[in-house]
């Protein structure tokens, strides 16, 4: 709140932030909105229209003095509007009745004005959808209010305790816009390394990411990332991602005290710790969640799976040998019975890149992954070869796409990596599609 005792406030501006009107969410709402602006400040809309007319409306923020001035004048200026005339008030307006605040805090402004923008585009939204639904029959989730969020009631058989767990993982994942997991038949074909730069590279193209590294046996995207000696801090909203600034990771490499720990856990606790990692991490608003799993088709990556349940989709990692090629045909067959889109194989470790001049020399038989790929009507989406660089930047903590951008490889590897972010796309506009019709 301190930011308020800098000079430029108005007295209009420091009586807002300090006696925020309208302040605390709704719980029975028409149309709620969250966004999280460039600064990292996230302002939460919720309103309630009667008639077109916006009946009540109230906003909560994490940001300081001045994104509470600016989200409490922005429910003021709301009242007794019609929707689509609240949904006009821009940043202007609000600063206008602040009468002052410093130039460096205009943004909140901004902030407030599209949050406020979207909770009314989702209110008309809900309004139409209400010419079908009464609002009496809607069971929502409470979190994000959607009517067809599996969350919105208990599933037959289960215990209140597993519904509330059910729907505090929802509350997380609704946030998550894109969920992609990678997987590999085998450790030590690439998995790691990846999810690591498919996420950096997302990252780098603006994108909000998480990276969850479930792999409980060999956490290794803390070394990846030069994150070693980083612990995680708690509270009661749960466990905090370290933050990277726009790509946030958790790894179970973070809860244990050494890294040469051995984690011996049974099938039970491998299932409690990561449905813990799934439900407790507080991702806040994300673009993409790629997460690391476990190799193999057993216990670990099938909780992952179970547990997201919406996944966009699977990368499957694989080397190009031929004995690679029985697990990569399992993993598919894993989707399959799961009904987790494949987005696609990568081979990696195909041939050898000169680290003098890039050109990949196939030092052994290749090309494994794309007939396994082809085999089985899957896309097959490249591959990477061994790059002595690729193993250099691993060890020493730094994503190769990031650091080694110019280098051949990078480019072969941005390349593959675009198929997944076009796929993300592809998947939206789809379901835009299935929800318009
Ligand atoms: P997994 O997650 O499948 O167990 P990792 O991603 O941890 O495998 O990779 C195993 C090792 O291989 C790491 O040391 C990594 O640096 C190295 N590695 C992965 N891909 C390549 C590549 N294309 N070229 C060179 N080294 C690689």
């Not at 009631?153 to 994942?173: G, H, I, N």
């Not at 991490?281 to 993409?288: A, I, K, N, Q």
Request: with cysteine.
């Amino acid at each position: 709140m301190e930011c308020i005792d800098a000079e430029g406030f108005s007295a209009v501006a420091r009586d807002h932030a300090t006696k925020p009107r309208n302040h605390g969410p709704l719980e029975d709402f028409d149309g709620h909105a969250r966004i999280t602006g460039p600064c990292g400040d996230t302002m939460e809309f919720w309103l309630d229209a009667r008639n077109g007319k916006v009946d009540r409306v109230s906003f909560i923020t994490d940001g300081c003095g001045s994104s509470l001035a600016c989200g409490s004048m922005a429910t003021c200026l709301v009242e007794g509007k019609g929707v689509e005339a609240a949904a006009a008030i821009n940043q202007k307006d609000i600063l206008d009745r602040l009468s002052g605040i410093p130039l460096e805090f205009e943004h909140c402004a901004l902030l407030a004005a599209d949050t406020l923008k979207a909770a009314c585009e989702d209110c008309l939204n809900q309004q139409k959808g209400s010419q079908k639904k009464s609002r009496s029959e809607k069971g929502t989730c409470g979190t994000c209010g959607n009517t067809d969020c599996s969350a919105s009631s208990p599933k037959k058989d289960e215990s209140e305790e597993e519904f509330d767990e059910r729907r505090k993982l929802q509350s997380r994942l609704c946030r998550i816009r894109h969920k992609v997991i990678v997987l590999s038949g085998k450790g030590g074909v690439g998995k790691s390394t990846v999810a690591v730069n498919l996420a950096a590279a997302l990252t780098l193209s603006g994108k909000r990411v998480g990276l969850l590294d479930v792999d409980i046996h060999g956490p290794s995207i803390p070394t990846m990332l030069g994150l070693e000696r980083e612990t995680i801090q708690g509270c009661g909203e749960g466990l905090f991602p370290i933050d990277l600034g726009e790509m946030k990771v958790m790894s179970m490499g973070f809860l244990l005290r050494n890294q040469d720990d051995a984690v011996i856990w049974r099938g039970p606790m491998k299932m409690g710790v990561i449905k813990q990692f799934l439900k407790d991490v507080v991702w806040g608003d994300l673009d993409y969640l790629i997460i690391d799993s476990p190799p193999g088709t057993g216990d670990e990556p099938l909780s992952v799976c179970q547990l997201i349940g919406e996944l966009d989709g699977a990368l499957i990692v694989t080397t190009p040998q031929k004995v690679a090629a029985v697990d990569v045909r399992k993993s598919i067959t894993f989707c399959r019975q799961l009904q987790v889109p494949v987005l696609g194989v990568v081979e990696n470790m195909s041939g050898f890149a000169c680290p003098k001049c890039g050109e990949v020399t196939q030092i052994l038989r290749s090309g494994g992954g794309r007939r396994i790929a082809e085999d089985m009507n899957v896309p097959f989406l490249g591959s990477i070869p061994m790059d002595p660089i690729i193993a250099e930047a691993c060890d020493s903590g730094r994503a190769f796409i990031q650091y080694y951008a110019a280098t051949p490889t990078a480019k072969i590897m941005r390349n593959i990596i675009n198929h997944i972010a076009a796929l993300g796309d592809t998947k939206q506009t789809m379901r835009h599609k299935e929800t318009d019709t």
